[in-house]
């Protein structure tokens, strides 16, 4: 008896294995008529949803008729076996597990009775179920966005999470994305799907200018001292940190004349800048020192002459009419600046104030590196002038002095041959001069003097004077304002 129920047992297993199920008769055999999926209430059931690795007893809802019909075999199939699988318990349950939500069509069961016509069919949806919560992914939190762009759909992320636990993306093109067009510092985005709503912060920044760029030169780009830039033809643009390139025109540059410092021109626009290099020459170049007094004779008010050469030795004096507003200045040289040796007692530049003054009185030497003995290197000439030196400006730059025995670097003494006896209403500028004197023991040695002077300012800017008494003496002088290195003093 033991042999034969375990006989029995093995045959039921080999039929499982072959996903199929027989069920014996236990008496009179009675054979089944009809088989259907149903529900609870005794409807038909059609079909059933499954999520995503989720699994069904199935045979809960097979229903043969007679109830006690006996001695058949069930068959069971699925029609994608990649998306539902069919397996049996040891308690002969059927067992379908949902692997795949990726197609479109339900799967379907069929339960046969073998050797018959009689079969049942149900459809299986494999789904991940409803979505229950929807966020934007972080990622768009560390993205950097700058004012004045607009949104760029295509980099948002957005992920739905559904019933079965899984997340998955929601395309793009079903999402409802609001959003400040174009954005702007604490723009904020919300996105929208059917009722769910998100939203982030956006991490939006001022787009500043990193470079301006000279696209174009302008049509002009040689210059003379005193002219003033012209951007015709200019071309500008600007480089923006979010990569952004646009052509501007409302730039702006410094709207002086051209001086003897000059070799380019910054343009600006807003918190960026380019230098645009020039060519910036004298009105006339001079070679040999001996020409020079016919280029100042010759001169129009306003124009600048460079001294050209490396040294100029034994020369005698230059004289220099204030009225002509002239800057002249020596040739940068790798090595200093041109070089000036007047002969001994001979000063090299004496500065005239004619009766035609009516030009402003500028004058402006530069570049230079003078040397003269028992003379005043630069001073004012008494004797050639109508009056003393008033209303004028003086500017004295990049001057080397090398002077001794009863020398003076520079001598501005008022005469009290003219009415009013004092210089006034004068500016005089000392910029980034060395004063070298070589006979320390001399009392009449002074780097500058100057003498009966009132209503003027005096500027010495970076400059090695040791303001002492030997050094830079000023008497006769009446409301008079010293500034060393922008420090008044007494």
Known sequence: MKRKNLIILLLIFTFCSLASITLFAC????????????????????????????????????????????????????????????????????????????????????????????????????????????????????????????????????????????????????????VDSPLKVGSILYVKYGKFQASINLNVIEDTIETLNIEQNPNKINYLIGEIFDPTGMIISAKYASGK???????????????????????????????????????????????????????????????????HINVGTIYIPVSKNLTIYGKTLKNGYTKITSVNGKSIFKIINDANATHGNTLTIANLELSASDTSLICYDEENSKTNLNNSSLTIDNVKFNYNNSSTGLNLSGNEKFSPLNMFSLTINILNCTFQENDLETDTDFAIYIKNIENSNINIDNCNLNFDYDYFKITNFNNLIVKVDGNQIN
């Open 245 to 311: 390139t646009e052509i501007i025109s409302n730039y702006t540059f410094e709207n002086s004349p051209f001086t003897y410092k000059d070799n380019s021109i910054t343009i600006s626009y807003k918190n960026a800048s380019v230098n645009l290099p020039l060519t910036i020459s004298a009105t006339t170049t001079v070679t040999s020192y001996s020409n020079l007094q016919s280029a100042i004779d010759n001169a129009n008010v306003g124009d600048s002459i460079m001294i050209g050469g490396t040294e």
């Open 27 to 178: 008496g009179a055999k009675v054979a089944p008529e009809s088989i259907s999926f149903n529900k609870n209430d005794g409807t038909i059931l059609e079909e059933v949803t499954l999520y995503k690795n989720n699994y069904l007893y199935i045979d809960q809802f097979l229903n043969i008729y007679p109830k006690n019909a006996n001695g058949y075999t069930l068959q069971w199939s699925s029609s994608n076996e990649e998306k539902v699988d069919i397996s049996f318990t040891n308690n002969y349950e059927v067992k379908i597990r949902a692997l795949d939500c990726t197609y479109d069509n339900p799967v379907t069961i069929l339960c046969k009775i073998k050797d018959t016509d009689l079969s049942a069919s149900i459809k299986v949806n494999v789904t991940d179920g409803e979505i229950y919560n929807m966020f934007i992914d972080q990622t768009l939190e560390e993205t950097t966005f700058y004012a004045g762009q607009e949104f760029n759909k295509d980099i948002l992320i957005v992920w739905g999470e559904f019933e079965s636990g899984k997340k998955y993306l929601i395309p793009v093109n079903e999402l409802e994305i609001i």
